[in-house]
């Protein structure tokens, strides 16, 4: 085992000599930044992508100099942008052995508008660039050949597909498509060997994230339910380089929750004693 420069973390070499792709790095608070960091720490050479909206907006170019992988830009609701970031991938890499999918965007939340009274219009944008964006990058990766036998995709998630977090609006909606792409697509892929799965990721303090209105109570009431409290980036960095190695070869169509256990906690002892202690001061006040 060494100790890559630069990283600040034990290197396994799980990656080694994989190549892939990585959605959706924005800046050094992102998922798929810090992701990037650790394929790299593992041996992982990849390209990284991005709208081109979110270029200029974002620190993408630090990245790719930290990683030395080229940024290529794309749209993601784009057929003929992802079409050629494939081929644009495959003359630079040859094939890919995993992918990221670290995409999400909500028209509605950043106007916000309420869920019973979103813009239409906006709502498709959100299904369109935040779930129907897998199925796309699957198709293209599938039909220029860019996509390995054997190899992992791996999309980022959140609870709010099975369970209603109102601040999250359509993006709720938006989750549970995605999952369910990845299984569609995970049963298509499995006779070569490809796994698709997707990672419900707790909340997490990147640029997107704190953006959601309420966010700030979503990250709090979470840590105080999770019995191992919120995973960071960098851990579900970590999290996410074990799906892309050999070591998980036969998970596929799951949506695994990294969360520290709070999908299946009621609740915890330190908010019973906080709900207790608020409604004793109340009936005092009275």
Not at 131 to 152: C, Q
Request: net charge negative.
């Amino acid at each position: 085992m060494t100790q890559q420069e630069g990283y600040g973390q034990q290197s396994y070499g799980l990656l080694k000599g994989k190549k892939g792709i990585i959605f959706g790095a924005l800046d050094d608070r992102s998922i798929a930044w810090r992701i990037a960091l650790a394929c790299k720490r593992e041996g992982a050479d990849f390209v990284l992508s991005n709208a081109p909206i979110a270029l200029r907006l974002g620190t993408l170019d630090a990245l790719s100099e930290e990683t030395n992988a080229p940024v290529f830009p794309c749209d993601v609701s784009s057929d003929p942008d992802v079409e050629e970031l494939m081929k644009k991938t495959a003359a630079h890499l040859g094939g890919v052995d995993f992918i990221l999918h670290a995409i999400g965007m909500s028209p509605n939340i950043r106007k916000k508008k309420e869920y019973n009274d979103i813009n239409y219009n906006w709502y498709q944008q959100t299904l369109n660039i935040s779930a129907v964006s897998l199925h796309r990058v699957l198709h293209f990766a599938e039909k220029t050949g860019v996509l390995n036998d054997g190899a992992s995709v791996v999309a980022l998630s959140y609870i709010g597909a099975q369970r209603i977090f109102s601040k999250y609006s359509d993006m709720n909606d938006a989750k549970a498509l995605l999952e369910s792409i990845a299984r569609n697509y995970g049963s298509r892929l499995a006779g070569r060997g490809i796994r698709v799965n997707t990672v419900s990721q707790a909340p997490t303090k990147t640029s997107a994230g704190t953006g959601i209105k309420g966010f700030d109570g979503m990250y709090t009431f979470a840590e105080m339910i999770a019995p191992l409290g919120n995973p960071s980036a960098d851990e579900c960095a970590d999290y996410c380089v074990t799906l892309f190695s050999d070591l998980t070869r036969k998970v596929t169509m799951q949506n695994l929750y990294h969360d520290g256990g709070f999908v299946t906690s009621g609740i915890s002892e330190e908010m019973i004693d906080d709900l207790a202690k608020l409604y004793s001061d109340r009936d005092s006040e009275s």
